[in-house]
């Protein structure tokens, strides 16, 4: 298993994240997003993660705007603004920039989040 910081920008707002990568070719993956009151090194993200990638899933676990490390204010802390963060357009372009990550697995994974 491994891990590594990954960023992606969110409208004018860099949001950073920790995408959890398992040893296994073409794994499933999986989008986590905390809660109002957490962030993504809570406890239960942080153990979520690495059991996902124990059990073959890639697993992205990211700040929303204003939380954590990403860039933002309390005002932009809203759930119309967290939806834009979610999005997996955003999601997925920055992940291949960051990572060397073959385009079929990509397609896999954008082919499963449209089901």
Same mark, same amino acid.
């Given at each position: 298993? /491994?891990?590594? /910081?990954?960023? &992606?920008?969110?409208?004018?707002?860099? !949001?950073?994240?920790?995408?959890?990568?398992?040893?296994?070719?073409?794994?499933?993956?999986?989008?986590?997003?905390? +809660?109002?009151?957490?962030? /993504?090194?809570?406890?239960?993200?942080?153990?979520?993660?690495?059991?996902?990638?124990?059990?073959?899933?890639?697993?992205?676990? &990211?700040? &929303?705007?204003?939380?954590?490390? $990403?860039? +933002? +204010?309390?005002?932009?802390?809203?759930?119309?603004?967290?939806?834009?963060?979610?999005?997996?357009?955003? !999601?997925? $372009?920055?992940?291949?920039?960051?990572?060397?990550?073959?385009?079929?697995?990509?397609?896999?994974?954008?082919?499963? &989040?449209?089901?």
């Amino acid at each position: 298993m /491994k891990t590594v /910081k990954v960023s &992606f920008k969110s409208e004018d707002h860099k !949001i950073s994240g920790i995408l959890h990568l398992p040893d296994r070719k073409r794994p499933p993956c999986v989008i986590a997003s905390h +809660g109002l009151l957490s962030s /993504k090194d809570s406890e239960k993200y942080i153990a979520l993660g690495h059991r996902m990638s124990e059990e073959g899933m890639v697993m992205l676990r &990211f700040d &929303f705007r204003g939380i954590g490390e $990403s860039e +933002g +204010g309390e005002e932009d802390n809203t759930v119309s603004k967290k939806l834009v963060d979610l999005s997996w357009p955003s !999601i997925l $372009s920055a992940l291949i920039q960051d990572l060397e990550i073959g385009w079929d697995w990509w397609g896999q994974a954008s082919e499963a &989040f449209s089901l």
